[in-house]
């Protein structure tokens, strides 16, 4: 009876990205996009992140940001996906691992790279056991800031992912 | 010797102008294994390898440290084998050998990094990657089963090596390192602002812990005494990210039992918190704000009562969480037996948080040695014996209440005042801090070493779970593969905190 009488936890869509719009516009193939459909599989690849960005990627699911509504999913296996969803400066550690997994990924395919530390290394750069960030080993279509992004800024760039210019 | 007692958490160097003999180390190693000391951390540095430990009722932590300089030391591991891993990295990081260890193997160096021994010699490496021998499993029809270190769900990366037989595990043996970055070497020289955003950065998942620890070990070394209202603070949101993690653990064990509606309203209830904790202290998980000398955010009255509301209108909406997992059987199908750790294995491996205690070992960081303001709070530590995955996620339900009851305390009695006290560079040569600061899944070591400037010369922060890995393998043994998902979500080690 308390379903009847309270509204959902579900919340309206965030805006979209410009500036993640805008970085997407020129690395994008739209040809690829017209073959995909409006669905993405997401694989995601710890590449050596503190868990941080793990646990805003994982709020993602809750009922609050309900990420299944927009056809994003997380799969199981690179081999499933249509985007990497990479965090972590890149350890070299993990580095073979990232590049496998990027290689198991059927062609065509994104690269999202979450989180500060995603882009360059972040405040582990300079270590000798980080490699940099996700673009020094795999191509990256698209950089999610932030330490950690929040769950809106998460779903903002994957949106922008799914509506990039030209569309569909 | 450093000492870390329940009233005073100064330590001023003593340990590294004392150091022990090579007789007298061996003596601490032989205690450990007789149970009668409890291994708190073993690490390295330049010159010498220290070891923390504690006796009995954890009242006291002492540092003591071993000069090497033929790069070798008696091995502790021999004798205990909650120190083989701890060995295994020293060896990596410093090339200081530990003399008599049974695993020769490397740990965290998996070959790939530019440099070997990279706090010790740096010998340059061509990081083409080493072999790795798993530990043999022998016998009629077993199979392997490897995972890792890429997972299928969204978490952290590690490599397991199950033998079976059938669906029974035989053995099992992790691998890790995989998320190694290097802390140590980055802390070394770093100012102790950036050294404080580094320690909340060695495991997302705690970083008030980790924040708390390191703060805590700096204000130790420097003899500052932070504000009241500070202290206050930082217990309150150290119990919301106990909160926040027990609410996502508890969901997700359920979920690994394929009882999704508890990870739903566990994940609604979790979301809540990390929301207020936003609203309140000005990010979802806290980073940063928790800092040497203080906290670097004050409570309005406002988000105080948003905080007050939270904790009020969790109790009910938990209470009836807790009934469904109770009273489902299928789920008690799955968590009762299984994963048992036995408790004079959590006692001999000095397991904290919620699986010593669910495996009957009475310890909280917050209880011994005690640290303010948990002093004047009141609270019960629950404890169970059972040790199966069961009594680790009813450890972890009683823990939630007890922090839910620890906000209201602290809001109730929040002390006014500053909330930041500059923290002065000690005119010493060296000062040296430690600290045991007691996060979700168990006490986090902090050793802290300044320089005169006030930048640190060196900063260890030892993870709960370099104790609780290994457990893991132990209670998965006998259980089927099936069940490992259960097993390792009731544990929920850290990668990363681990890895470092």
Redesign the interface.
Same mark, same amino acid.
């Given at each position: 009876m308390r379903g009847l009488a309270s509204p959902p936890l579900t919340e309206a869509a965030p805006a979209r990205s410009d500036i993640a719009t805008a970085e997407l516009a020129e690395k994008v193939d739209g040809a690829a996009r017209r073959r995909l459909g409006r669905s993405l599989s997401i694989r995601q690849v710890d590449a050596g992140s503190c868990n941080g960005c793990e646990l805003e990627i994982h709020a993602l699911n809750n009922a609050f940001y309900d990420l299944e509504r927009y056809g994003l999913r997380f799969v199981a296996s690179p081999r499933h996906a249509d985007v990497l969803l990479v965090t972590g400066p890149v350890t070299a550690n993990m580095r073979e691992a990232l590049q496998r997994s990027w290689t198991a990924t059927p062609d065509p395919k994104w690269v999202v790279a979450v989180g500060d530390c995603a882009l360059d290394g972040g405040i582990f750069k300079d270590s000798y056991a980080v490699v940099g960030g996700v673009g020094a080993v795999v191509p990256v279509d698209l950089h999610i800031r932030g330490c950690p992004p929040t769950p809106t800024a998460l779903l903002e760039g994957l949106l922008a992912l799914l509506e990039a210019p030209g569309g569909r | 010797m450093a000492e870390l007692t329940a009233t005073r958490t100064v330590a001023k160097d003593a340990a590294l102008s004392q150091p022990l003999d090579a007789p007298r180390w061996q003596e601490f190693g032989e205690d450990l294994a007789a149970g009668q000391k409890t291994l708190v951390d073993l690490w390295g540095d330049t010159d010498r390898v220290h070891m923390a430990v504690t006796g009995p009722g954890h009242a006291g932590i002492r540092v003591v440290s071993l000069l090497c300089p033929d790069k070798r030391f008696p091995s502790i591991g021999r004798t205990h084998p909650p120190a083989i891993r701890l060995e295994r990295a020293v060896r990596d990081l410093y090339g200081i050998e530990p003399e008599g260890l049974p695993d020769q193997r490397p740990w965290l160096d998996?070959g *790939?990094? $530019?440099?070997r021994q990279?706090l010790g010699k740096r010998t340059a490496s061509a990081?083409e990657?080493d072999r790795y021998s798993f530990l043999p499993a022998e016998g009629d029809g077993l199979h392997q089963i490897p995972v890792g270190?890429?997972h299928?769900?969204?978490? @952290? $990366?590690g490599h397991f090596r199950f033998t079976a037989s059938g669906e029974t595990v035989v053995r099992l043996e992790e691998r890790l &390192?995989?998320?190694? *970055? &290097?802390?140590d #070497? !980055?802390m070394r020289g770093a100012s102790i602002d950036?050294a404080a955003? !580094?320690a909340g /950065?060695? +495991? =997302?998942?705690s970083?008030v812990a980790y924040a708390t620890a390191f703060a805590r070990a700096v204000e130790a070394a420097l003899g500052v005494t932070i504000s009241e209202r500070a202290l206050w603070l930082r217990a309150l949101m150290a119990e919301l990210e106990r909160i926040a993690n027990h609410l996502?653990d508890i969901g997700a064990v359920c979920n690994d039992a394929a009882f999704a509606l508890m990870h739903?309203h566990c =994940?609604?209830l /979790? @979301?809540q918190v %990390?929301r207020q904790a936003?609203a309140a202290f000005g990010h /979802? %998980?806290m980073?940063d704000r928790v800092v040497p000398g203080g906290v670097a955010c004050d409570l309005t009255p406002e988000d105080a009562d948003g905080l007050r509301r939270l904790a009020s209108e969790i109790r009910p909406r938990f209470r009836h969480l807790v009934a469904v997992y109770e009273n489902t059987a299928s789920l008690q199908d799955r968590t009762v037996g299984t994963g048992k750790l036995v408790p004079a294995l959590a006692q001999q491996f000095g397991a904290g948080g919620y699986v010593g205690r669910a495996s009957g070992r009475e310890h909280d960081a917050r209880k011994a040695p005690g640290y303010a303001p948990y002093d004047a709070l009141a609270f019960t530590v629950p404890v169970l014996s059972e040790g199966d995955v069961n009594a680790r996620v009813w450890i972890r339900i009683r823990e939630l209440e007890q922090s839910l009851g620890l906000i209201d305390q602290l809001l109730a009695r929040l002390p006014a005042g500053p909330v930041v006290t500059p923290v002065i560079a000690s005119s010493e040569a060296l000062a040296q801090g430690l600290a045991l600061v007691e996060g979700f899944r168990g006490d986090i070591f902090c050793c802290v070493r300044l320089d005169a400037g006030g930048g640190v010369e060196a900063c260890r922060l030892r993870d709960p779970s370099w104790f609780l890995w290994p457990l893991l393998e132990a209670v998965i043994e006998g259980n089927i593969v099936a069940d490992f998902p259960l097993c390792n979500k009731s544990f929920n080690c +850290?990668? #990363?905190g681990h890895d470092l």
């Open positions: - | 998996h *790939k990094w $530019p440099v990279p990081a990657g270190p890429v299928a769900g969204i978490i @952290e $990366p &390192g995989y998320v190694h *970055k &290097g802390i #070497s !980055l950036t955003r !580094l /950065r060695v +495991s =997302g998942d970083t996502g739903a =994940g609604v /979790r @979301e %990390l936003a /979802r %998980l980073m +850290s990668y #990363s």
